[in-house]
């Protein structure tokens, strides 16, 4: 089994308690989820403790002007650099990907998330640090030398970098392998063939005057198979058409 540890840098650690305390990405981000290819461990390093100035601050205003603060260069270059590569082993940045999160990145998306499942969280041997930033921004020098790649939610900005961090993770660790398990595969959900998912029924059988559709009670998988497809096709042309053009 390959190991992963994954960093993040950010001012605000309990912002990922959520994420790794609940649900399936939690136990699987906990190294819980044995039965996959990968065993995850990860860790967040305060910012904060890396600044040397007297209050603990970690910003500081723009040259030029303008408003707002900026994360200071060396401050980030501490963090990662004591408190990732030379604290836990590592031989240099050469074993890291160092991902930013901003609205300059790639824009994320079903399939950006597979491929990044399966090879930043797979298969690549090198471990991973996102570096949350906050504030206006984070001084280009530091992107400019630490920063392996960028990733953006989409077309509108956050106030920081960490709800974009826990949504990359919560959506690519379901493509690593065996990590939903046989029963809970990754190819029905939406997306993965171009197409929303085909609705989904349980008990109680009538509901409100609404019956669940009889092909799914009747027991004939190869029909059940086709009215799944016929509903997929039906329900991206009703709630996502874009998404057949
Ligand atoms: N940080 C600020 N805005 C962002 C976005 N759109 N995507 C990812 N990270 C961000």
Known sequence: ?????????????????????????????????????????????????????????????????????????????????????????????????????????????????????????????RDVVFVCGRYEGVDERFLEKYVTEYYSLGDYVLTGGELAVMVMLDSAVRFVPGILGNKLSSQDDSF????????????????EEMEVPAVLLEGNHKKILEWQRAEKEKMTRKHRPDLKS
């Open 1 to 125: 089994m390959n190991s992963k540890r994954i960093w993040i840098l950010t001012l605000f650690p309990e912002f990922f308690k959520p994420l790794l305390e609940c649900g399936i990405a939690g136990s699987a981000l906990r190294g819980e989820r044995n039965e996959g290819t990968t065993s995850f461990e990860v860790n967040c390093i305060n910012i904060r403790d890396f600044s040397t100035t007297k209050y603990k601050s970690v910003d500081d205003s723009p040259f030029g002007g303008g408003p707002g603060m900026v994360m200071r260069a060396d401050i980030l270059r501490d963090a990662l650099l004591e408190g990732v590569v030379k604290a836990h082993g590592y031989r240099g940045l050469e074993d890291l990907r160092v991902i930013y999160t901003s609205p300059r990145g790639v824009v994320w998306n079903n399939k950006v998330a597979r491929e990044f499942g399966t090879k930043a969280l797979g298969e690549d041997p």
């Open 192 to 207: 993965e063939d171009g197409l929303l998912e085909y609705p989904q029924y349980t008990r109680p059988r009538s509901f």
